[in-house]
């Protein structure tokens, strides 16, 4: 467990993650996941809906969050819950940040837990995902 | 925009509408492909049999489990929300079943999206001993594009 895990407080920010999803990450997930949605993959099929490039698929916001928890938290514990609720598309090729900060630490079922408010920004500050997470602690 | 409510009795009888499980290994080749997904091409070794996989491998075991079809109510579809709920961190090389269930059917009236309709699905994730241990959430909404409303969150 990084340093900062162990001593967790709320109120504490997790350092925050600049990921760049780009079309490859994005056709792997179709391929990983076998959903092959056109404008995740054909930026003609994406201009046809108006929007400036192929979007990145929401779910891999999802796995991306719990990425970075999961790298930050190191063998200290695993997260419990991650939800990410999807604001605004991303386009592939431009960063996006994500950002969390400790909501609640608390004793459960005799494990110590954290919730986590979570926001991925995308390149105007503007959040894409709202979300949240809740991690365990190994005892 | 409809005046009245879509989800008809025969809709609303779809909740709680279950696949039959079907059983798949998240081998150590299926983490691979998630590390390559969500880390990149270039990432440390996949984690032996028998070691933590990391959590989104679930993404991995996603399309193995039968899917329930959602009836077409609105022109256009938008997935809202996921989320993953995790019992116990995944190991490399266990057996999982699955199952898929449409855990709810709600609308609302008016707001950006005009009449909208809200299908969560769940798929329930259980180890060889019956035990639960992940589920995944998505939450997709049905709705007439040209019923929406530019800009801002929703």
């Avoid at chain 2, 049999?49 to 256009?76: D, I, K, S, T």
Wanted: with cysteine.
């Amino acid at each position: 467990m990084s340093a900062a895990a162990a001593s967790l407080r709320e109120g504490d920010e997790l350092p925050p993650v600049t990921i760049t999803p780009d079309l490859a990450m994005a056709i792997r997930y179709c391929g990983l996941t076998w959903v092959f949605v056109p404008f995740f993959y054909d930026v003609e099929a994406a201009r046809a809906q108006g929007m400036p490039g192929t979007l990145v698929p929401g779910p891999i916001k999802l796995g991306l969050i719990e990425r970075v928890i999961e790298e930050w938290l190191g063998d200290g514990g695993f997260v419990r819950h991650v939800r990410a609720a999807h604001r605004r598309p991303d386009i592939t090729g431009r960063p996006i940040t994500i950002h969390g900060r400790v909501a609640r630490v608390f004793e459960e079922d005799g494990k110590r837990r954290a919730d986590l408010e979570i926001i991925i920004q995308n390149v105007q500050g503007e959040p894409s995902v709202r979300g949240f997470a809740t991690i365990e602690f190994f005892a | 925009m409809p005046e009245s409510s879509l989800i008809t009795d025969d809709v609303r009888s779809l909740v709680g509408t279950a696949t039959a499980p079907v059983r798949a290994q998240l081998s150590r080749r299926a983490v691979e492909r998630a590390m390559d997904t969500f880390l990149g091409m270039r990432h440390p070794p996949a984690p032996e049999e028998g070691q933590r996989a990391p959590g989104y491998a679930l993404a991995a075991l996603e399309p193995e489990p039968e899917r329930v079809e959602l009836p077409n109510l609105m022109p256009n579809s938008l997935l809202i929300s996921n989320e993953w709920q995790f019992e116990r961190p995944l190991v490399v090389g266990e057996e999982i079943s699955m199952v898929t269930r449409i855990s709810d059917i709600n609308e609302r009236f008016g707001g950006r999206f005009g009449y909208s309709i809200y299908f969560r699905s769940d798929v329930e994730f259980s180890d060889a001993s019956g035990a639960l241990v992940a589920r995944s959430v998505r939450t997709m909404m049905q709705y007439d594009a040209a019923d929406a409303r530019e800009g801002g969150e929703e």
